[in-house]
């Protein structure tokens, strides 16, 4: 069917994109391969160093420290923050709870307040003298009166910030999901005598699994890219003993403050393989959970 | 006339877009021509950066009297800290223009020196600095930070001596002489009756402001300097597991855990570390002479409370100063006037009345010798118990120690402190709280610390090949 436009015509319409895709992402991509090889002094001085960058970081302990870091804090986002969200989720989508509309809005408002700020409001909180240890020292007999959250528990404390950050966000997916679980299913596995339990493992759980497993897979790249949370409640470093460095926060270190713009691209590229892994092993466990 | 009529009259090609779209495109050719033509601003003059306010208000005077009298004008901006240490590197790394003279404080140096020599974006003042008689003007160690391969890349603005301030108050009034004390162990002593719930709220306070976390990194360096250690020598050579670190990192873990703990994480620029020295919960700090400004301006409810004396030495006899902090003033290789910026360098960094206003605003000594026998320096002051500070730090600034400019020592100073931050949590851990039991752990975290950073510097093949 001839449309009257001469063939061109999409090519021209979508060349805006294609030019600011090639531009803006494709070239820097390629172009952080080549830089990946070197090592750099800022974009001007460099010279061609073949796999050294990489071979340095497979041996770095302060990277693998930064992947464990990141890995321990994407484990605590999928296995207490999203139970938590979908906990959350199946009590808003309870009929007989009030204000649902109301807190569905209290819940999901910690999302709207910037990280930064969080990580400021958090900072002040688990600081030495702040609301946490000046309210465990009243509640907790022999609660130490100084506790050094952000020296001990630092993992934990950027979990938790993260948690009251997102817990909200996540629900909100769990919630779209479970507004569609069939009622009817639930219905007659309760007429067959199945309990809550069972009901929620075989009618709820395979209903929103379509949705649950992009919620996790969102959550392990957010996780992965774990950066201005850290970097501000750290007070611009990884925090006692790098307990808080993250891997984008390494990679920062590396290409903006050192000016080791070959290194901070093999760090991107080694986080970017290690994405890849985990987003197709999500992919196919999802599959496998299908079939 | 219809429609139909008017779009007859029109080319065929314009029904290839809709109205809208032919809109759009328009607005986008015309918008990216503008875009194109619009002109770049020229600078006139010298552009001159600096990062603090306070230098701002007192350069203010100078920058206008170079203006009144001399050409070209000077444009002094002042940005935050990390926008000019980001513009300055950004610049530096890809030769696009910056400013024509920088000032740069001391941490955020090191990284302009990572490169090849010859690619370091300041200009070598080396030999006009002697060649103009300069460089014996000024306190040699002010140098040490500005230095990198046996070449100087700035003009110092400091001398940063460290003396210690403490509660005067609080020690007359519990009947200590901490004036008479000479060494650190001495003080550790000599502190520990002071230690209790002095306030009342159940918690214990302690004396000295020294913790084992990144934000006392600087005092660590400068104790560390004071001892006679390093973590670079002159010739960049690392020193990092050495007795001497490993002293000083022990001793003060030894303060920070067990039943003799005198020391407590009281920050400097924080609000809880300025709330714990208003209410008497901490009592003694290191104070290079810029803090005293800072003090003065940040906790006035500390007037004629507060007294300096010289730092207790680590051992009898020994160095009773150290340094900590500074800033220095140096040229783009960008700029294009590299001859007017130096003598504006000069004409603001050497000047008498800089000098006076260093000292009035905020108690920072010259580095130029020859002001040091001015009286303002003799000035008593009400905030510190009428003491005058000035005398007192130009007194142990002949003392002050060398200090290295290697683009390593950032990091280095962050593991170390890291060594010093374990070396505690050990000490925890194993209930080990004295010092020379604490010495094995604490040199074994030390050769870890330096096998980490010596790997930074065997990567660096620029540095590697100039050594």
Redesign the interface.
């Known amino acids: 069917m001839n449309s009257g436009y001469p063939k061109w015509t999409p090519y021209v319409l979508i060349s805006p994109f294609v030019v600011i895709f090639a531009v803006f992402m494709v070239y820097p991509m390629l172009y952080s391969v080549v830089l990946a090889v070197q090592q750099t002094f800022g974009p001007k001085t460099s010279t061609f160093v073949g796999l050294q960058n990489f071979k340095y970081l497979l041996t770095d302990p302060m990277f693998w420290k930064a992947v464990r870091n990141t890995f321990v804090f994407a484990a605590g986002s999928v296995f207490i923050q999203l139970p938590l969200s979908l906990g959350l989720a199946m009590l808003l989508n309870h009929e007989k709870v009030r204000g649902r509309v109301f807190f569905r809005m209290i819940f999901f408002s910690p999302s709207l307040v910037g990280t930064v700020f969080i990580a400021i409001m958090f900072g002040l909180m688990f600081d030495r003298e702040g609301l946490v240890n000046v309210t465990f020292y009243q509640l907790i007999p022999g609660y130490p009166a100084e506790f050094p959250w952000l020296e001990r528990f630092v993992m934990g404390s950027l979990i938790i910030a993260a948690m009251w950050q997102f817990t909200g966000f996540n629900m909100i997916y769990f919630l779209a999901a479970l507004q569609n679980v069939s009622k009817d299913l639930s219905e007659a596995a309760m007429v067959d005598g199945a309990g809550p339990w069972p009901r929620f493992l075989n009618v709820t759980i395979p209903a929103i699994k379509p949705v649950a497993s992009f919620v996790v897979l969102l959550s392990l790249i957010g996780s992965f890219q774990l950066f201005e949370l850290a970097f501000v409640l750290l007070n611009n470093s990884g925090g006692p003993d790098d307990q808080g460095l993250t891997v984008v926060m390494y990679l920062y270190q590396n290409g903006f403050i050192s000016g080791r713009l070959g290194k901070a691209s093999a760090i991107g590229w080694m986080l970017a393989v290690l994405l890849m892994v985990f987003a197709v092993i999500q992919h196919r466990v999802a599959k496998a959970s299908e079939n | 006339m219809s429609i139909k009529f008017l779009k007859r009259l029109l080319p065929d090609y314009l ?2 877009l809709s109205a809208g779209g032919w809109i759009i495109l328009s607005l ?1 050719v015309c918008s990216a021509i503008a875009v194109m033509c619009w002109p770049i601003p020229h600078r006139e003059g010298l552009q001159f950066w600096i990062f603090s306010y306070s230098h701002e208000t007192l350069y203010v005077g100078k920058v206008e009297e170079w203006n009144r009298d001399r050409q070209p004008q000077v444009n002094m901006s002042l940005l935050s800290n990390e926008a000019l240490q ?1 513009r300055m ?2 610049s ?4 696009t223009p910056a400013a024509d003279l920088i000032e740069v404080e001391r941490n955020f140096v090191p ?1 302009v020196f ?3 020599i010859e ?1 370091v974006g300041f200009v070598d003042l080396t030999d006009r600095l002697h060649e103009e008689g300069i460089y014996e003007q000024i306190n040699e160690p002010s140098f040490g930070p500005w230095t990198s391969r046996g070449r100087i890349f700035g003009l110092p603005h400091d001398v940063h001596p460290v003396m210690l301030a403490y509660r005067a108050d609080v020690f007359e009034e519990a009947g200590i002489d901490i004036e008479s004390v000479q060494t650190w162990d001495e003080f550790a002593q000599v502190v520990l009756p002071l230690v209790g719930d002095r306030n009342g709220d ?3 306070d302690y004396v000295i402001s020294m913790w ?4 006392f990194r600087d005092q660590l360096e400068a104790l560390i300097l004071q001892a006679g250690g390093a973590l670079f020598d002159e010739h960049e050579q690392m020193h990092i597991n050495t007795e001497v670190n490993a002293h000083v990192i022990a001793t003060l873990v030894s303060w920070m855990v067990g039943p003799n703990r005198i020391a407590v ?1 009281a920050g400097e620029f924080s609000a ?1 570390g300025n ?1 714990m020295r208003l209410d008497g919960r901490v009592l003694v700090a290191m104070m290079p002479d810029w803090l005293c400004g800072v003090w003065q301006l940040d906790m006035p409810g500390l007037e004629g409370k507060i007294k300096l004396m010289p730092l207790p030495a680590w051992e009898p006899g020994g160095r009773r100063t150290s340094v900590w902090g500074g800033t220095m003033l140096g040229m783009a290789k960008m700029s294009e006037d590299q001859e007017n910026a130096w003598t504006f360098a000069k004409h603001l960094y050497l000047s008498e009345e800089l000098a006076e206003g260093l000292y009035r605003s905020n108690y920072i000594i010259s580095p130029v010798k020859s002001y040091w026998d001015r009286p303002f320096y003799d000035e008593p002051s009400d905030y510190f118990s009428g003491q005058a500070p000035g005398r007192l730090f130009i007194n142990l600034a002949p003392d002050v120690p060398v200090r290295t400019s290697s683009p390593f020592n950032t990091f280095a100073k ?1 593991r170390v402190s ?1 060594a010093m ?2 070396l505690k ?1 050990y000490a925890l851990k194993n209930q080990v709280y004295d010092r020379e039991d604490l010495m094995d752990e604490a040199r074994r975290l030390l050769a870890d610390a330096e096998k ?1 950073v010596r ?1 930074q510097v065997e ?4 540095l590697r090949s100039q050594q």
Not at chain 2, 92 to 95: E, N
Request: without cysteine; aromatic residues 12%; charged residues 25%.
């Open positions: 029904e290839y986008a980001q590197l950004a530096f790394l890809t030769d990284q990572t490169g090849p690619d159940t918690i214990p084992a976390t990144g934000s994480d809880q709330k962050d890291n931050f374990l949590e980490l790997r990567e660096n093949v620029f």
